[in-house]
Structure formats: C-alpha cells, structure tokens
C-alpha cells in the first residue's frame, strides 16, 4: 500500500474529543458538580479531582491540540484594557476590606453561587474553559 | 454607593472581556481571540519545563477552587 503524505493526511479527533461527546459529558460532569456546597469535603475532592484530570490530559498532551500563534497580532494589547480594568477593582475591593459595603468579586458570587442552577452553570463555564486550554 | 460602584466596576470589566473578544473575532482583526493569547502563552517553555502550560492550568485550577469549592 502506498503511503499518504503527511502533509495531506488529516488528523481527526478520537470520538472522546467530538463536541456530540464532550459536551454532554462537560453538562453531565457540571450537573453534579452544582450538588455540592461551598466549603463541602465533595466540592473540594471534585474540584481537585477534575482539574486533576484535565491537567494530566493537557501536560501528557493525550488531546488533540489546535495548532498555536506563534506571533501574537499586534492588537494583543487591547487585552490589557479588561484585564487591568477588572485587576483594579479586584486589588482596591481586596486591599480596602470593607466586606459588603465594598465587596470583592468573590463576596459578590457568593449569594448567587448558592443557587444550584447557577452553581451547574458556573461549573460548565469553568469546565468547558479548562477544556478548551487543555485543547490549546 | 461604594458597593454600587464595585458591582458597576466588575461589570465594566466582564462587558470589556467580551467587547475585544467580538472585536477579535470579526473578518481581519489585528486583535488576537482570547483563545489564540492563551494558546501563545501556553507555547512558553523553561527548558524542558511547559512553563505557560502549567501557569494557565494551576492559575484556572485555582478559580475553580476559589468559586466553586471554598
């Protein structure tokens, strides 16, 4: 049999790695995380637990990565502006302690984390984020 | 007043994440997407060591924890 040239071959995602796969089980995995409370012994072995996995598929490199920039486009900069806009209320909400008065990003979550949809919901952005950066 | 001031500053910050991530994403932008930033940064090595790689992933590894277990 002839060999393909690489150069024409396409790689294909594995089935584990097609979105009619991955994002059931993203919602699956979110829909159970919702369950368990903050400062539960289950959020944390969960939390740990699945950031675990998703750290040892993206350092062993078992995923199919996109293929990387390896220049950033000089509009980069315009990153700064949100991240420098959310990092000073952060650090003065932070530095001046003033609880609900002046409260951090974190204390403002809070209440609305406690709703269990909410909570499933924070769980799939969080998941389907840390997917995405093992696909990178 | 304070406290309205904070939610307001947060939200101008959420709505500025997703104002440049639409500029990048339209037909000939210079900006790159907040995917393609990540993946440049990932790229950055010590060595042998995925340095970017294993900072991206302890730093979102954290934001879970802080949001959703503590």
Same mark, same amino acid.
């Given at each position: 049999?002839?060999?393909?040239?690489?150069?024409?071959?396409?790689?294909?995602?594995?089935?584990?790695?097609? *979105?009619?796969?991955?994002? *059931?089980?993203?919602?699956?995995?979110?829909?159970? @995380? @919702?369950?368990?409370?903050?400062?539960?012994?289950? /959020?944390?072995?969960?939390?740990? %637990?699945?950031?675990?996995?998703?750290?040892?598929? %993206?350092?062993?490199?078992?995923?199919?990565?996109? *293929?990387?920039?390896?220049?950033?486009? *000089? %509009?980069?900069?315009?990153?700064?502006?949100?991240?420098?806009?959310?990092?000073?209320?952060? %650090?003065?909400?932070?530095?001046?302690?003033? @609880?609900?008065?002046?409260?951090?990003?974190?204390?403002?979550?809070?209440?609305?984390?406690?709703?269990?949809?909410?909570?499933? /919901?924070?769980?799939?952005?969080?998941?389907?984020?840390?997917?995405?950066?093992?696909?990178? | 007043?304070? #406290?309205? &001031?904070?939610?307001?500053?947060?939200? +101008?910050? &959420?709505?500025?994440?997703? &104002? +440049?991530?639409? $500029?990048? #994403?339209?037909?000939?932008?210079?900006?790159?997407? $907040?995917?393609? &930033?990540?993946?440049? =940064?990932?790229?950055?090595? +010590?060595?042998? +060591?995925? =340095?970017? #790689?294993?900072?991206?992933?302890?730093?979102?590894?954290?934001?879970?924890?802080?949001?959703?277990?503590?």
């Amino acid at each position: 049999m002839m060999e393909q040239p690489h150069d024409l071959t396409v790689d294909t995602p594995r089935t584990w790695e097609r *979105p009619v796969v991955c994002v *059931p089980v993203l919602v699956a995995l979110s829909l159970v @995380g @919702g369950r368990f409370p903050s400062f539960s012994t289950e /959020a944390n072995v969960y939390v740990f %637990g699945a950031g675990g996995v998703l750290i040892w598929l %993206g350092l062993t490199k078992r995923v199919q990565a996109r *293929p990387a920039p390896e220049r950033l486009r *000089p %509009g980069a900069v315009w990153w700064t502006l949100p991240v420098v806009v959310f990092g000073i209320f952060e %650090g003065v909400t932070f530095i001046a302690a003033a @609880g609900d008065d002046f409260p951090t990003f974190s204390l403002l979550a809070d209440p609305l984390l406690e709703d269990r949809l909410v909570r499933s /919901a924070a769980w799939l952005v969080w998941l389907s984020a840390f997917w995405g950066l093992v696909r990178r | 007043m304070m #406290r309205a &001031l904070a939610i307001g500053g947060f939200l +101008v910050g &959420l709505a500025l994440f997703g &104002l +440049v991530e639409w $500029l990048a #994403r339209r037909e000939g932008s210079k900006i790159p997407t $907040l995917g393609e &930033l990540c993946g440049y =940064v990932m790229r950055y090595e +010590v060595g042998p +060591v995925p =340095v970017g #790689r294993i900072g991206l992933f302890g730093f979102w590894w954290w934001i879970g924890w802080h949001f959703l277990a503590r």
